[in-house]
Every structure is written in structure tokens, then in C-alpha cells.
């Protein structure tokens, strides 16, 4: 069974820095996306980045581009998302997941949650101001 367990989180001053992983077991990269997701209390689910198995493609959200990096080690299993320019509005739980590479073939479909199949149990990170 695949599992996805996200680290990394913590509290940061606005303008810090963090990195978060996420390691699986029970499976590979290989024929799959990567993502990071995140949802701020009370807010909606939200896409942040995702990396195609091969990682050469990744895609950003347009709040996080230029200031967050995502990333995988093939012989660690893991995934990472590093975050720098932190501000107060990246507050949130953020989430790992993983999908199939076809059913997340184009952006759009990577963007969707609903794409994904195995997800994380989450990781908090708040942005002081």
C-alpha cells in the first residue's frame, strides 16, 4: 500500500525559509506525478506545485513561482518543496499526493486534487508577520 508521509513544517518569520518533503513507500516515482497541494484554515484545497516522474516537467502556482521549488531524490523516494520569501499568506497545511501520469497529463489536470490518489497526512507551516 502507498503511503506519503510529509515533514518539514514548522513556524517561520515572513521572508524565512523552509523545506518540506515527502517520502513514499510502497511504491515509486516512476509513471507518476508528484504534487504539493495546501489548504489555509478555512480556506479551499489549494495547488502549489507538481513534478512529472521524470522531472524534468514542473508546474507552478502563479502565487508560489519564482519563490518555491519542487524536487525529487529517485533513490531516497522522496519529494521536496523548497520554500523560500515566505510570507504570511503561505500559512496553511500543506499536502503531498501522487497521481498516475496519464490521468495528469496536461497542467490542468495536475492543478485538480481530484486527480489523485494517495495523499498525506499533512504538514503545518506558518508565515508570522
Known amino acids: 500500500q502507498v503511503q506519503l508521509v510529509e515533514s518539514g513544517g514548522g513556524l517561520v518569520q515572513a521572508g524565512g525559509s523552509l523545506r518540506l518533503q515527502c517520502t513514499v513507500s510502497g511504491g515509486t516515482f516512476s509513471g507518476y506525478t508528484m504534487a504539493w497541494f495546501r489548504q489555509a484554515s478555512g480556506g479551499e484545497r489549494e495547488f502549489v506545485a507538481a513534478?512529472?516522474?521524470?522531472?524534468?516537467?514542473?508546474n507552478y502556482a502563479d502565487s508560489v513561482k519564482d519563490r518555491f521549488t519542487i524536487s525529487r531524490d529517485f533513490t531516497k523516494n522522496t519529494v521536496y518543496l523548497q520554500m523560500n520569501s515566505l510570507k504570511p499568506e503561505d500559512t496553511a497545511v500543506y499536502y503531498c499526493a501522487t497521481a498516475s501520469v496519464m490521468r495528469t497529463a496536461y497542467f490542468y489536470l495536475r492543478k485538480d486534487g481530484k486527480n489523485y490518489d494517495y495523499w498525506g497526512q499533512g504538514t503545518q507551516v506558518t508565515v508570522s508577520s
Open positions: 513534478l512529472v516522474w521524470s522531472g524534468d516537467m514542473t
